[in-house]
């Protein structure tokens, strides 16, 4: 006859339990004390993951083919709307084309490496950059720049910083499950923000459209 | 320490804590959004800055302008050309998606050698050597006539080229597909003493009487026809069509006249014998001589309505009433051409046609039919004969008339095919003749056969080697306007994207072909390259066709009208085409139909078949046209399979009825059951129906005059 059925012949299963809950009474203090271990344990390894692990495994991080001075540039052609201009149709020409580059570059003007990769990869092999592009929005957003360049009379540090200072590339960071940019969702990965450039969401356009228009603005104004 | 359910229950809790209170989860849910609106394996087209550029499009004689918008220099769209005299940005479904063509899943991307019944990728100098050594061979046998060569007709230079090498080769036997402007110009030739064009001025007549064209179904140049419908609800005029079956065109007619299929010329003759009696024709322009009244005695006499009546199964007060119509209008005109005008026709249906407008005095009249003289603007310089040229040359050509039709009959019928090799450029034969399986068994028969297209089409599947073309939108090239509009044109297309493959421009084919055979026929081709050649030869009107990308003749030259017209065509050889097969055995008629969705020898494209309706084609099954009298009494039902038989073929498709279509008749769809087995989308859809179809030959043109064959029904 097992334990069980020997206190079962004996009494109700009511003086199972008592006896069981008398075992545990002289250990419950530590019982509870390993599930708050585990549970802090758990805590700290899947909060520190997700903080800094995490927005590491997100995002792979690619280098430009080659590195771009936008200060140097800016120091020499102008405003940025010396090369990232608008066509006479309206639409905005985004990243220059090795047609517009070769302008200049037809030869090797200077004596950084970066321009000898440009002239001997691309120039001379007749082949576009294939630059990786920072502020590339979803296929499924349809952007202006008109709209807000010319129209709104927006400058381009609002949405694109202080990208005409800068002296070098960082590299750029691409989400593993959607494809785009880090620049997009922001550096900070919960989304925070300080200047109106660091983030490029959804929710960071209808902020501004809302605080300039009154209006958040409707689905198919951006998602034709 | 013991390790027990609470400390598993503490571990789960802290790590949902853990995770809850960091990025991870919002973050992720935020990605698996975006990523779920934005599949990684969606193509995306790029984005960049949008031109457009301006060329011709080549798919129909239309001769259509066309505006390529592209994107960074990749076509993505096509456009009429706003303010062009032909099509003023109007365009057709098949210009519309012409970009489909450039990607078509059966083009050919490099030459082609086939060695033992298999192809073999080849290099152009391969493919090129191979064509050379086997037309070297024919000539040094002494047989440089039985090399023949086919193209779809005779205007502008690429055609021109191809000329030249089958007489530089020694060969007499250059032939072109049939169309309506062969009989159209044959029929103006016998009737006015006087070679010509033909142009039909639409826009400016208040009644048009169809005789079962295709007038908005893409005859002549579609997308100038489609204005001149429309434009007719501005400008009141008025279309009757006569045609067995309600077409699209009968539709959208002011009157239908639904005459027996194959009497359209019997109705013609008897309103002319109408307009005669009742002295309602233009006196002023027609000399009362021996000629006129021969013919009017014949009509009058031959052509009685009350006779006619039978014939046509159109009563007698309806032929006068129509006849009336017509002597009312100020500018009447009558058309000829069935369905889209890519068969040569009766003579007597067009001559019948003619002698109507004739009759009201439209010849050369504004708002009536054009006989128009066309200079192509060409300078072709002199050719070298060597001697197996000449021998060759100085045989008789193999089949008299120019007809392939003829030309594949003699193949068939003969042991050993009198051809030895042929040349095949942008047509179709195995495809869009009628019998188009015993075409397919006379061409297996040629030895030789050289394919220019750039499709693996019915007849290429059919060739030793293959020396693909671009297709138009990748070449430069002077399109003469063929259609029959009163308009002279002579456009340059030009160059819309780089070649996609290892093709050549058809031109500069021909020319590494003539320079691979060497001798006097590399030396009639002088020219490096076909631009060269293009140049050279149009030196006459190249600075404005150039500069302007067309030559349009600001007023078309016009060939005198003969005031005695020489009716005798109508009066001998003028027995009517019939439909082959015997009454009792074939009970019912079969007629082929047009549509605007469907094109003839090159496939259509997927977006223009995904157009068609599935009455025409559903999956891969084709249907027939019955009247529901007639499928009474055969006991069918809408969506039954049924076998088509004529003395020609047979074909399974499926039932649908309509009423429109006369009892006793039944019609199928041309441009269907392509044999291409590459292209998914149109191959192996429907049945074609020139398998079931005969070619009947005219008495007076030597052309195909079939317009339909008798058949019977039965259910599978």
Do not use: A, M, V, Y
């Given at each position: 006859m097992s334990k069980l059925e020997e206190k079962t012949e004996n009494g109700s299963t009511d003086s199972l339990e008592t006896g069981v809950s008398e075992e545990q009474k002289a250990e419950g203090d530590s019982g509870v004390g390993t599930g708050v271990l585990f549970f802090i344990a758990a805590f700290a390894v899947c909060f520190l993951s997700g903080w800094l692990l995490f927005p590491n495994l997100l995002y792979s991080k690619k280098e430009q083919p080659f590195s771009f001075n936008h200060a140097l540039h800016v120091e020499e052609m102008g405003g940025c709307d010396s090369c990232h201009y608008f066509r006479e149709d309206g639409s905005f020409a985004g990243i220059p084309k090795l047609a517009q580059c070769v302008d200049c570059h037809a030869e090797v003007m200077g004596d950084t490496e970066d321009e000898a990769i440009f002239v001997a990869e691309y120039v001379e092999k007749e082949k576009e950059v294939p630059w990786l592009i920072y502020s590339e929005q979803p296929d499924c957003v349809f952007f202006s720049h008109s709209a807000h360049v010319v129209g709104a009379q927006m400058d381009c540090v609002s949405c694109h910083g202080h990208i005409g200072e800068s002296t070098t590339m960082k590299p750029y960071e691409e989400n593993r499950i959607t494809g785009y940019s880090r620049d997009i969702w922001g550096k900070n990965a919960w989304g925070f923000k300080k200047n109106s450039w660091d983030r490029m969401k959804m929710d960071d356009c209808a902020e501004c459209h809302e605080k300039e228009t009154g209006s958040k603005g409707a689905c198919f104004q951006c998602h034709k | 320490m013991k390790v027990d359910r609470r400390s598993f229950l503490g571990l789960g809790l802290g790590a949902a804590a853990g995770v809850a209170v960091s990025p991870a989860t919002w973050k992720l849910m935020d990605d698996s959004s975006i990523w779920t609106q934005n599949w990684p394996w969606t193509p995306v087209p790029s984005d960049g800055e949008v031109t457009f550029d301006e060329t011709v499009c080549g798919l129909c004689s239309g001769n259509c302008g066309i505006s390529v918008r592209k994107i960074d220099g990749r076509p993505v769209k096509i456009e009429g050309t706003k303010g062009h005299p032909i099509n003023d940005g109007g365009v057709c479904l098949h210009g519309l998606c012409a970009l489909q063509y450039l990607h078509d899943p059966s083009r050919i991307k490099s030459p082609l050698i086939k060695i033992d019944g298999a192809w073999k990728k080849a290099t152009w100098e391969e493919a090129l050597a191979h064509a050379a050594k086997a037309l070297g061979d024919i000539r040094k046998a002494g047989k440089a006539n039985a090399i023949a060569c086919i193209t779809e007709?005779?205007?502008?230079t690429i055609p021109g080229l191809f000329k030249r090498l089958t007489t530089v080769l020694g060969s007499n036997n250059h032939y072109t597909m049939n169309t309506m402007g062969k009989t159209w110009s044959n029929t103006i030739e016998a009737i006015n003493g006087t070679k010509a064009d033909v142009g039909f001025d639409l826009k400016n007549s208040d009644l048009i009487l169809s005789f079962g064209t295709g007038f908005i179904e893409g005859w002549g140049s579609p997308v100038y026809n489609f204005q001149v419908n429309a434009q007719r609800k501005s400008s009141g005029a008025k279309l009757i069509q006569v045609e067995a079956r309600l077409s699209n065109t009968a539709a959208g007619a002011d009157t239908w006249v639904p005459a027996k299929p194959g009497t359209e010329a019997d109705l013609a003759l008897a309103i002319c014998g109408v307009l005669i009696t009742t002295g309602r024709y233009d006196k002023k322009t027609i000399q009362n001589d021996a000629a006129f009244k021969a013919f009017a005695k014949m009509v009058q006499e031959q052509y009685a309505p009350a006779k006619m009546a039978r014939i046509t199964g159109i009563d007698v007060a309806a032929i006068q009433k129509l006849a009336m119509a017509f002597a009312d209008a100020k500018t009447p005109i009558a058309i000829a051409g069935?369905?889209?005008?890519?068969s040569a026709g009766s003579t007597r249906e067009f001559a019948a046609v003619y002698a109507l407008n004739c009759l009201v005095g439209n010849i050369n009249a504004p708002g009536g039919v054009w006989l128009m003289e066309k200079d192509p603007g060409e300078v072709w310089p002199s050719i070298e004969m060597d001697a197996m040229a000449t021998a060759g040359i100085t045989q008789t050509k193999l089949v008299g008339t120019d007809s392939v039709d003829n030309l594949m009959a003699m193949v068939t019928a003969s042991a050993t095919s009198p051809v030895e090799a042929l040349l095949v450029y942008n047509a179709n034969p195995c495809y869009t003749l009628k019998n188009a399986k015993a075409v397919t068994e006379a061409v297996k028969k040629i030895p030789f056969v050289i394919s220019f297209s750039s499709y693996m089409d019915e007849t290429t599947q059919l060739a030793n080697v293959v020396l693909p073309s671009h297709m138009f939108l990748e070449r430069r090239e002077d399109l003469p306007l063929l259609g029959p509009v009163p308009l002279d044109i002579t456009a340059l297309s030009q160059p819309m994207i780089a070649p996609l493959f290892d093709t050549r421009h058809p031109g500069d084919s021909v020319l590494s072909l003539a320079a691979a055979m060497a001798g006097s026929v590399a030396a009639s081709f002088p020219w490096e390259t076909y631009d060269a050649c293009l140049e050279a030869v149009k030196a006459p009107v190249w600075e404005t066709l150039s500069e302007s990308g067309a030559v349009v003749k600001e007023s078309v030259t016009l060939v005198e009208k003969t005031d005695s017209m020489d009716f005798s065509l109508l009066l001998t050889d003028a027995a009517a085409i019939e439909a082959g097969g015997d009454e009792a055995s074939y009970p019912l008629v079969l007629i082929p139909v047009d549509n605007i969705r469907l094109t003839g020898g090159i496939a259509a494209s997927p977006f223009a078949v995904k157009t068609v309706s599935d009455t025409v084609i559903k999956g891969t099954d084709g249907f027939v046209e019955i009247n529901p009298v007639t499928a009474d009494k055969l006991r069918l039902s809408q969506g039954d399979k049924v076998l088509v038989t004529t003395p020609v073929g047979s074909a399974t498709v499926k039932v649908n009825l309509f009423d429109g279509i006369m009892p006793g008749v039944v019609a199928m769809a041309q441009g269907l059951g392509h044999a291409m087995a590459e292209n998914l989308y149109v191959g192996g859809k429907g049945v074609n129906v020139n398998e079931l179809l005969g070619p009947v030959m005219d008495a007076i043109s030597g052309l195909d005059a079939a317009w339909g064959i008798r058949a019977k029904i039965s259910k599978v």
């Open positions: - | 007709n005779d205007k502008g069935k369905g889209k005008g890519d």
